[in-house]
Each structure stands twice: as C-alpha cells, then as structure tokens.
C-alpha cells in the first residue's frame, strides 16, 4: 500500500522568505501522481501544484515549485516570496495513474505553514 | 459552472442520531469520492461512487456508514447512530468521467463539519 509522510508538523518563515516543506513517500508502482494542496482556515482545499511521475521536470507555479526526486520517492514544495495568505496548513498528496481502480487520493498529515510579518 | 457544493457546511447531533451529508457534484462530473479529516489529521479516502454504482468502499467503517450516489439528484453520506469519534470534516470530490489517458482532477467541496455531542 501507498504511504505519504509530511515530518514537519509546522513550519514558520518571514515573509518574503523562502521556505522548503518536505514530503516523502512510499509505492511500488512507476506511474503515479503528485500533489501539493493548501488548506486555509476556511478548510477549502486548494490545489497548489500537481507532478506527474513521468516527467523529470520539476513543476512550477509561480511562487510555488517542487522539487521531485523519483529515486529518493521525496517531493519536496518551495514557496519563494512568502506572502502573510500562504499561511496555511499544506497537505502533499499521491495518486496512482493506473487506468484501472479508484483513483482515490492518499494525503500526509499536513504541514501548518505560519507566515510571520 | 458552480463548483463541488455540499450541504450542510455544519452539522450539529447527539449520539445516536442519524446524520446526512450531501454533495452536489460539479456540472458534468459523474464520478464522486467522500474523505474524512479528523482533527489535526490529513483527509483519508473513505469511498468512491460512480452514478448508481459503488465502485470502492475500502475505506468506509464496516457499520453504520453507506453512501449513495443515485441517477438523479446529490451524493448523500449517510451516518446512523453517531458517536463523538464520528466528528470530523467531510469533504466530497468529483471528477469527469475517468479515461485512459486522462489527469481526471478531482476537485474538492468545501467539506461539512459534523459535530456530535
């Protein structure tokens, strides 16, 4: 079975800093995908930013980039440019790419990202 | 086009009570997935509905909880006798139809807070 661990149960960073938060995980399978959510207070989920396993690229999204090491099964997002709305608790996520089964999503634990002014 | 919607945002019972959690699916999605959060905790995948049909229910607690998703009208999540452990954010996806070569994003409710006293 798939696992995702987030080891930083908070982190905090100035803003206009950079900050790092880790994700690491644990599949047999070669074809997957990755994603990092942002849960704000309102608990609306918001996708930040989505990798898919068979591209070596790393994804970008403005401000927010990953840094996807397939061996190492690590997924790590970079905030550059802190903003005081980044605030939130950050979820990383995976889902197989399989063609066949549930499609389901398994998330980490979260990181609570507090941006300080 | 309207997002994922569910209903109620909050939803207040005593132990023993049935409680009703409803997800109206984004227009032309027919596939819906229902999550759990508990309290400081990551969302985990309880169930994934296709119209009228339940394609997988590994994550759903074995008693007191079904889920349905029928031809016409929302996905309902159905709790009968609840316990204080049952309190949690609910949040339903949904996503187009799945194909072979297809991302098939699921795009998340803003979730219902279940209480119980």
């Known amino acids: 079975a798939q696992t995702v661990t987030q080891s930083q149960p908070e982190m905090s960073v100035q803003e206009a800093e950079t900050v790092t938060l880790s994700c690491t995980y644990d599949t047999s399978e070669s074809d997957y995908y990755l994603f990092w959510y942002k849960q704000p207070p309102s608990r609306q989920m918001i996708l930040v930013i989505r990798q898919e396993a068979y591209k070596q690229q790393n994804a970008t999204e403005n401000r927010f980039s990953v840094n996807f090491q397939k061996a190492a099964k690590s997924f790590s997002l970079k905030i550059s440019d802190s903003q005081l709305g980044d605030a939130a608790m950050y979820f990383c996520?995976?889902?197989?790419?399989?063609?066949?089964?549930?499609?389901?999503?398994?998330f980490g634990t979260g990181t609570r990202l507090k941006v300080l002014a | 086009n309207a997002g994922v919607m569910q209903n109620p945002r909050h939803l207040v019972r005593r132990r023993g009570q049935e409680a009703r959690l409803r997800c109206s699916p984004m227009?032309?999605?027919?596939?819906v997935y229902w999550y759990r959060q508990l309290p400081e905790e990551g969302l985990k995948f309880m169930v994934y509905?296709?119209?009228?049909?339940?394609?997988?229910e590994s994550g759903m607690p074995k008693e007191r909880f079904s889920a349905e998703f029928p031809k016409e009208g929302p996905s309902i999540l159905r709790i009968q006798q609840v316990v204080r452990g049952d309190s949690a954010a609910y949040f339903c996806?949904?996503?187009?139809?799945?194909?072979?070569?297809?991302?098939?994003?699921?795009?998340f409710g803003p979730g219902t807070r279940l209480t119980v006293l």
């Open positions: 996806a949904s996503s187009t139809r799945t194909s072979e070569f297809s991302y098939n994003e699921q795009f």
């Open positions: 509905l296709q119209k009228e049909n339940i394609i997988d």
């Open positions: 227009k032309g999605h027919s596939h």
């Open positions: 996520a995976y889902r197989s790419a399989r063609t066949s089964g549930t499609y389901k999503y398994i």
